[in-house]
């Protein structure tokens, strides 16, 4: 009989090796690699398994049941899954937490059984957390432990409807040799939850510590083993937080909730746009407003540059909530087929309050975002911009176009200006077609602010 195996895994990306290195060879991590053990098969007697029609089985057991957390509904496609496992991942202090104590509370209001299984935080905490949230509903309980073992029993004694655990990362599997947190750990503990889902018809949810470059510590290899991977980020600066899919076996990823955190916990945001273009100052040079989307939910959002003569000397560009690499290209395309000489300048660009730009539908608007800074002229209040741009300085076509004119018509803006191929945008916004950057410049004499401040 075959021995079971040692192997080497990375905790930050997964991949396996036959020795221990103290870097990764595929993430570049520093002292990731762990030892960890592969079960050997189990020979060839294998007992014959059941072959059965696909048509047989039931599929009413993959209706979601809602969290009645309208935005976490909208990301799950309804609701949690029975049987399902799902991992929520974020940064520390996020509000992964928060956010799961407030799914636990409203799942136990509508009169479901829930199961807190806190291993960081203890029970008065948790305790005290929810009091602040709301009032605590009898259905709602806590365990207090970092043993899977306790964990299992808990859930098959009880069979909530929901099981929260947090967080993956303090769980201990007896009978594994290796401390909490380690690859050997999170992977013995995680398919132990599974197996303990499917068995018991709970919705298990994982809350698991990601690192700063996003990488789920660890949990990064459950990304196969659970049904579900939701991530939680936001930036700490503000108060914004953005639930997204980033798989999902029930339905699609397409979806993002918004929430802001507040005194009392997390809150929905119905209209992202509104708040993101709360404090712009219309007609200003350097601001410009792109329908941006966000996985598929079209959100408005002002980009801004700014030109600051740094004296003879070449561009340098710093970016902020826009991808550096495509405000590298559209400021070189600005230059070259634009004709606008940013030589000399210190070009600051950023996404305005804590949001982010990083889809190349977002060029144009960040051309003329660059463009208006450097000359001085800023664009009128009632016009968004939208396109991806090419290198030989082309406007090119974007996803889900007539979405993104929807909600820019939505939020009261007049004009737009868009790639040639666009189709026919909601009654009452008038679209600027362009088919290049240079076209779109020699529209700004049409677009320009008449109250901002006017070129030299
Ligand atoms: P938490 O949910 O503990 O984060 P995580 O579990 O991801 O580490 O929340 C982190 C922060 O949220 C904490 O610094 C305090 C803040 N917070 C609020 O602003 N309002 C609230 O109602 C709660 C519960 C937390
Ligand atoms: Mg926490």
């Not at 060879?25 to 762990?34: F, N, P």
């Not at 889900?400 to 018509?409: A, G, I, V």
Request: hydrophobic share 45%.
């Amino acid at each position: 009989m075959a021995k079971d195996r040692r192997v080497y895994v990375c905790r930050e990306c997964g991949a396996q090796f036959v020795s221990w290195a103290g870097q990764c060879a595929q993430c570049d991590g520093w002292a990731t690699i762990e030892e960890a053990s592969v079960a050997a098969p189990r020979g060839s007697a294998a007992d014959i398994p059941n072959v059965e029609p696909l048509s047989q089985f039931d599929v009413a057991g993959a209706v979601p049941i809602p969290t009645g957390l309208d935005e976490v509904d909208r990301v799950l496609g309804g609701g949690l899954v029975p049987s399902s496992v799902s991992l929520l991942g974020g940064e520390p202090g996020i509000g992964k937490s928060t956010l799961s104590l407030q799914m636990a509370m409203s799942v136990a209001a509508a009169g479901s059984s829930v199961l807190v299984i806190t291993g960081e935080e203890a029970p008065t905490q948790v305790a005290a957390r929810a009091g602040r949230l709301g009032s605590i509903p009898d259905e709602l309980s806590v365990v207090d432990t970092t043993d899977v073992d306790t964990v299992v029993a808990a859930i098959t004694a009880a069979k909530p409807q929901l099981a929260v655990i947090d967080s993956i990362q303090t769980l201990e599997a007896a009978g594994v040799d290796s401390a909490a947190g380690s690859v050997t750990q999170v992977r013995a503990a995680a398919h132990r939850l599974v197996e303990v889902a499917k068995r018991t018809g709970t919705s298990v949810v994982l809350i698991g510590h990601v690192t700063k470059d996003g990488n789920l510590a660890g949990p990064r290899l459950l990304e196969h083993v659970v049904d579900t991977v939701l991530s939680f980020t936001g930036d700490r600066h503000h108060d914004l937080r953005f639930l997204r899919a980033i798989k999902h076996r029930f339905g699609s990823t397409n979806e993002v909730g918004v929430f802001e955190m507040l005194p009392a916990g997390l809150a929905a945001v119905d209209d992202p746009s509104s708040r993101f273009l709360a404090d712009r100052r219309p007609g200003v040079a350097g601001s410009v407003v792109v329908p941006t989307l966000d996985q598929r939910r079209p959100v408005l959002v002002e980009v801004q540059a700014l030109a600051s003569a740094h004296g003879d000397r070449p561009v340098s560009l710093t970016a902020n909530g826009v991808s550096s690499p495509r405000l590298k290209l559209v400021a070189a395309v600005v230059q070259e087929r634009g004709g606008i000489a940013l030589w000399g300048n210190e070009i600051f660009a950023s996404a305005a309050g804590g949001a982010e730009v990083t889809e190349p539908g977002g060029d144009l608007a960040l051309a003329l975002a660059i463009a208006t800074a450097a000359t001085g002229v800023g664009l009128a209040a009632d016009v968004v911009a939208c396109g991806e741009i090419g290198l030989s300085g082309e406007v090119r076509s974007v996803a889900q176009l007539d979405r993104r004119l929807q909600e820019s018509h939505r939020m009261g803006f007049r004009r737009a200006v868009v790639p040639r191929s666009a189709t026919a945008g909601p009654t009452g916004l008038e679209l600027i077609r362009v088919d290049t950057l240079a076209d779109a410049l020699g529209q700004l004499h049409n677009l320009r602010s008449m109250s901002g401040p006017k070129a030299a």
